[in-house]
């Protein structure tokens, strides 16, 4: 999760990853279990080249933690920004385009922040402020979301698709950290 900020203004972050569990099961529950155990063991960085980590994606992960910073995952204490890094476990296995990863890093600060998209478009450009948009779904604002779940997963899907590779890959990283969350 989020830890806030070193003075270099990297972030404090803890990396969930397989590349630090012995025994690798197929058991989805028990390779939850020996992950668990080895965060527990010791903080493991979020990024394995920090020192090569595009400042870019620094400024992103800072402002997604700030726009995120008194969420938490429905029905924990989990604080949100652990999904935007298990986001970015994804999505950096898909690509390595920097505005692409960025955008995977703010994906949710509209649909679920006060952020707006010109804010994304002034901080980082026109490119990932219209992956955001193309991405966000309409929350239909003033209609409980349990009431219009069903039809924005059916938006999705049929958005989906047509939409261009990039907004496949935030959606993918998004549905896949939602999924790994549920099995958790």
């Known amino acids: ?25 197929e058991n989805p529950k028990e390779l939850w279990i020996s992950k668990d155990t080895a965060i527990k063991v ?3 960085p979020l990024f394995p080249l920090v020192n ?3 400042e870019r994606l620094a400024k992103a992960y800072a402002f997604s933690a700030n726009a995120h910073r008194k969420q938490y995952r429905k029905g924990t204490q989990i604080p949100y920004f652990a999904h935007i890094i298990m986001a970015m476990n994804y999505a950096v296995e898909l690509t390595d385009d920097m505005e692409l990863l960025t955008a995977v890093i703010l994906h949710d600060t509209v649909e679920d922040t006060e952020v707006t998209l010109e804010d994304i478009e002034r901080e980082f450009g026109k490119t990932v402020a219209t992956y955001i948009n193309a991405e966000s779904e309409d929350k239909r604002p003033g209609i409980p979301a349990s009431d219009t779940w069903e039809i924005r997963k059916q938006e999705t899907i049929q958005h989906l698709q047509t939409a261009q590779y ?13 999924a790994e969350s549920l099995l958790k």
């Open 166 to 178: 990039p907004i496949k890959v935030i959606v993918l990283a998004d549905k896949a950290a939602n």
């Open 42 to 44: 010791g903080e493991i």
């Open 1 to 25: 999760g989020y830890g806030g900020m070193k003075e270099n203004k990297i972030p404090i972050c803890v990396y969930e990853g397989e590349d630090f569990v012995e025994n690798v099961t």
């Open 52 to 54: 090569g980590l595009d």
